[in-house]
Nanobody
Framework: QVQLVESGGGLVQAGGSLRLSCAAS????????MAWFRQAPGKEREFVAA????????YYADSVKGRFTISRDNAKNTMYLQMNSLKPEDTGVYYC?????????????????WGQGTQVTVSS
């Protein structure tokens, strides 16, 4: 089992920044590939960004490329999402997820463990 706890969400104006954190406990964090997904009201959960177990590979949704940066610190068992130039359409609940074997990186069913989510609201 891996327990994941997100933090860092909040209310921010368009153009602002937030940094999300995902703290992991349980099994060895560095064995897991990690990702961020988000879900807006009335919409399906969507992929935001992913990072390999070593941190050597990263993947982004086109909608956030150039604005968001995913990173991890295996010594601290923590993953981050730095979000800059936020837009109202970035509003939603942000979830972190962990998976041992991922192929597409962008599909939610590839991830075995999920956090409870943190709310991000971007006002215009």
């Amino acid at each position: 089992q891996v327990q994941l706890v997100e933090s860092g969400g909040g209310l921010v104006q368009a153009g602002g920044s937030l940094r999300l954190s995902c703290a992991a406990s349980g099994r060895t964090f560095s064995n897991y590939n990690m990702a961020w997904f988000r879900q807006a009201p009335g919409k399906e959960r969507e992929f935001v960004a992913a990072i390999s177990w070593s941190g050597g590979s990263t993947y982004y949704a086109d909608s956030v490329k150039g604005r968001f940066t995913i990173s991890r610190d295996n010594a601290k068992n923590t993953m981050y999402l730095q979000m800059n130039s936020l837009k109202p359409e970035d509003t939603g609940v942000y979830y972190c997820a962990a998976g041992r074997i991922v192929r597409t990186w962008r599909t939610s069913y590839e991830y075995d463990y999920w956090g409870q989510g943190t709310q991000v609201t971007v006002s215009s």
